[in-house]
């Protein structure tokens, strides 16, 4: 049976969960003992160990999934508060699914399983692409990472009210969204999918500011040959 438009947004939104524990075990935003090995949608995936950061991300992905967004961004930063790395995660809507409907199964839409699959190949393409990135286990400054939404027809995120609702959301550092992108900055495109209800790709950016570093730190490290 294919997906309805609701359950599109719960798959997504389990994805999105999986992908961010999984970026930041691959990109030491954490040390590695923090997280532990699993495996979903038939891919290894990594799992924090911290309940408080379990609940952080369990929280974002709510607040995520309650909001009309086009564009979703992990960002890691350094302690200068300056984004090094963005995997920005964009979404389309391919279809209009008026509020009544959307525990329909919507025609020529993805079935589960074959969602599933593409969760598979993002993740192994996720795996395959980061190993191509500088690494960041020889970065003496700590790291740490934010959630950037980007709103559909400028819209205004929704606030939290009180503690039991997700996380609020405040207005993002430029240097952090993809319109604070420099045009130095590296691009690497992951995978695309379309599910006939949404549309959504991944895509890494490593800012200039981690290009230059990484340049001046491969200079200052170059011998002289006798």
Same mark, same amino acid.
């Given at each position: ?7 599109t947004i ?5 994805f999105?969960?999986v ?13 590695? +003992? ?10 290894p ?6 309940p408080?950061l379990?609940e952080?991300?369990?929280s974002?992905?709510?607040?995520? $999934? ?8 992990? @960002? ?15 979404? +389309? ?15 020529d ?19 395959t692409?980061? $190993? ?12 740490s ?9 400028h ?17 993002? @550092? @430029? +240097?952090?969204t ?8 590296e ?6 999918i379309?599910? $006939?209800?949404f549309?959504f790709?991944l895509?890494?950016q ?6 230059d ?5 491969l200079?200052? $490290? ?5």
């Open positions: 049976m294919s997906l309805t438009y609701n359950d719960v798959a997504l939104c389990e999105f969960e992908t961010i524990h999984t970026i930041l075990c691959l990109r030491r935003v954490y040390p590695a +003992q923090v997280f532990v090995r699993r495996k979903k949608y038939d891919a995936v990594f799992q924090s160990r911290s408080s379990n952080y991300i369990a974002l992905v709510k607040s995520v $999934g309650q909001e009309l967004v086009s564009c979703v961004a992990i @960002v890691i930063k350094n302690q200068s508060d300056v984004a090094l790395e963005r995997f920005v995660l964009s979404i +389309q809507s391919a279809v209009n699914v008026d509020p009544e409907h959307r525990d329909t199964p919507i025609p839409a993805m079935t589960k399983a074959s969602l599933q699959q593409q969760f598979r190949s993002f993740l192994v393409s996720l795996g692409v980061e $190993g191509q990135m500088v690494d960041n286990s020889d970065d003496q400054e700590q790291l990472f934010t959630v950037i939404l980007e709103m559909k027809d819209n205004v995120p929704s606030s939290a009210p009180n503690e039991q609702d997700p996380v609020p959301w405040m207005p993002a @550092v @430029v +240097q952090h993809t319109e604070g992108v420099d045009k130095d900055a691009l690497y495109m992951v995978r695309a379309e599910t $006939g209800i549309n790709s895509a890494i490593e800012s200039r500011e981690k290009v570093r990484e340049k001046s730190r200079s200052k $490290g170059k011998v002289k040959q006798l």
